[in-house]
DNA sequence: TCATTAAAGTTAT
DNA sequence: ATAACTTTAATGA
């Protein structure tokens, strides 16, 4: 949880609740909130001119949407969609401002909150561009399972259906199903009841 | 080789 | 029940 959910109060940020697939905002929208989800799960997406769902990025319960684009004076580039209901804060990007101006602390964490989403999107960005599908699944898996400290093989269950990892490699998920097959003849992954371990 | 299309089976809501 | 996800197979770039 990047800020306090008290403090987010505190400064008279408001409780919202979305859908499952509710749009938070959308590509075009100017960024006026911070939002922070307190409990659900959403998603930061683009689609291309064929209808192709490109997956951005994840998110989950204490994480801030779509905060780098608060920054500067541009549109969304994206759109942000709850993928379960969500109940998110949001506060004013004025007062956002504000608090980062009164607490150091936060201001550092959101520093490090930027690095971070700067470093996934850096590996992503050199798995979209050539590579062979396995190639791409593995720099996934590797940095998904980096977060957990048991790095044996198999330890880790990818939390993510086959469809939102070939939306996040740029794979169709056709691909991404026969490539895991392969690599689980490969002995690089284990799928038990589905589920992909790694 | 991978994407696309179609069709069918499976799981989650 | 209905939608979302998974799987297989055929075809084309």
């Known amino acids: 949880m990047i800020i306090k959910e008290e403090i987010l109060h505190s ?21 006026k909130y911070y939002y922070q ?36 004076d541009r ?18 990007k004025t007062i956002f401002f504000d608090l980062l101006k009164l607490y150091p602390e936060i201001c550092l ?16 960005a050199q798995n979209l561009s050539s590579q062979n599908p396995t190639a791409k699944l593995i720099v996934l898996m590797d940095y998904l399972k980096s977060f957990q400290k048991e790095q044996s093989p198999y330890s880790f269950m990818i939390p993510l259906t086959r469809q939102q990892m070939a939306s996040l490699t740029g794979l169709c998920v056709e691909t991404a ?16 009841d589905r589920k992909i371990l790694y």
């Open 177 to 192: 199903i026969r490539t895991i097959k392969v690599m689980e003849k490969n002995r690089i992954v284990k799928i038990k």
């Open 75 to 92: 549109p969304y580039p994206i759109n942000a969609i709850a993928t379960t209901i969500c109940k998110i804060l949001r506060l004013p």
């Open 11 to 31: 400064v008279g940020a408001s409780i919202r609740h979305y859908k499952s697939s509710e749009i938070i905002f959308s590509e075009g929208d100017p960024p």
């Open 109 to 124: 964490d959101m520093n490090r909150l930027l690095s971070q989403r700067l470093y996934f999107k850096l590996i992503m």
């Open 37 to 72: 989800i307190i409990r659900g799960e959403a998603k930061l997406n683009n689609y291309t001119d064929d209808g192709k769902e490109i997956i951005q990025s994840l998110l989950e319960d204490g994480q801030s949407i779509g905060e780098s684009l608060l920054f500067m």
